[in-house]
């Protein structure tokens, strides 16, 4: 059974950073493509970024370039979000997923792309 846990959400001041974990377990995490997406209330589940497996290629959302960065560390089975410059409109939950390779990356900005969830992590971001 494929689990995706995810960590290290909080609430936080604008202009702090936070790195979100999220730790998979029951699947073959080398070959999955993993991202990150977000939702705010009332919002429709947003592409934030992802990641091959072998780390060489990512992707971002244009609202977070430059900010994030996504990482992972396979012989830990762990995808993380560092997150810098943190905005009131990155609250969210955050929610990683993990998807079969075998597409560009640019494709993995649909949730479609994924077959399994993690279920979810708050960041709020308020002064």
């Known amino acids: 059974q494929v689990q995706l846990v995810e960590s290290g959400g909080g609430l936080v001041q604008p202009g702090a950073s936070l790195r979100l974990s999220c730790v998979a377990s029951?699947?073959?995490?080398?070959?999955?493509?993993m991202g990150w997406f977000r939702q705010a209330p009332g919002k429709d589940r947003e592409f934030v970024a992802t990641i091959s497996p072998s780390s060489l290629s990512t992707h971002y959302t244009d609202s977070v370039k430059g900010r994030f960065t996504i990482s992972r560390s396979n012989a830990k089975n762990t995808v993380y979000l560092q997150m810098y410059s943190l905005k009131p409109e990155d609250t969210a939950v955050y929610y990683c997923a993990a998807g079969t390779t075998g597409h560009h990356i640019s494709e993995y900005d649909r949730p479609g792309r994924y077959h399994n969830w993690g279920q979810g992590t708050q960041v709020t971001v308020s002064s």
């Open positions: 029951g699947t073959t995490f080398t070959n999955d493509n």
